[in-house]
């Protein structure tokens, strides 16, 4: 098993642009996660899915969609990159069956300049 | 919003040490309740989860759980050079709410 997997690893964008994350999971896990970690910030959750079909905001989504394609994909999408995106993004999927343990993918370094 | 407080540190244990981390939050409807450790780096890890009153031991590590004191810890015994890292709480209740990290190191 792989686990969860994040693409890209890396990523340096200029202002303005737009990406995409990529997430996926292969634990049948019914939710995933994506969050942000910045020093001194501890992680914050910016997006998460209960569900396939169900995405709702949390602590920081302002600047970022989410789509959760199928049970095993999650991404997140950054329409207009601004320099307080830069961070570091980690993917986490956990199963409702296991007290919704976390399990964390590898993550994608993100800079926008 | 609900929140997670950690010591930031960095704590500095001697090897073979007992190495006590602390959490606190503040989500009384929080049922669940997570440790994680973080290498520089890398991504986060899980060492522990704890959902009920009392304590968790899985080898070295001791999870406590208090709920009416709203107050989680992790002991780390004979601590190793390898434990240094950053251990993160965790606490799910109406969401998933993280605490800052407690920076350990253990020295030779």
């Known amino acids: 098993n792989a686990g969860v997997t994040q693409t890209p690893k890396f990523q340096v964008l200029k202002t303005g642009q737009s990406m995409t994350l990529q997430c996926a999971q292969d634990m049948n896990h019914n939710s995933m996660y994506w969050y942000r970690q910045d020093p001194g910030m501890g992680l914050r959750l910016i997006y998460y899915?209960?569900?396939?079909?169900?995405?709702d905001k949390g602590e920081v989504p302002n600047g970022y969609n989410v789509s959760r394609l199928n049970k095993r994909e999650f991404s997140l999408r950054l329409e207009s990159a601004a320099p307080s995106q830069t961070s570091v993004y980690f993917c986490?999927?956990?199963?409702?069956?296991?007290?919704?343990?976390?399990?964390f993918g590898p993550g994608t370094r993100l800079t926008v300049t | 919003q609900k929140e997670v407080e950690q010591n930031s540190g960095p704590l500095s244990v001697p090897e073979g040490a007992i190495a006590s981390l602390n959490c606190t939050y503040s989500?009384?409807?929080?049922?669940?309740f997570f440790w994680y450790r973080q290498y520089s780096g890398k991504s986060p890890e899980l060492i522990m989860s704890?959902?009920?009153?009392g304590d968790k031991e899985d080898g070295r590590f001791t999870a406590q759980l208090n709920k009416a004191s709203q107050y989680v810890s992790l002991l780390i015994r004979d601590s190793q050079p390898s434990d240094s890292a950053t251990y993160l709480c965790?606490?799910?209740?109406?969401?998933?709410?993280f605490g800052p990290g407690t920076r350990l190191s253990v020295l030779p």
């Open positions: 989500d009384r409807g929080s049922q669940s």
């Open positions: 704890i959902y009920s009153n």
């Open positions: 965790a606490v799910h209740g109406q969401n998933f709410v």
């Open positions: 899915s209960a569900s396939e079909g169900t995405t």
């Open positions: 986490a999927s956990a199963s409702d069956r296991r007290g919704y343990e976390q399990y």
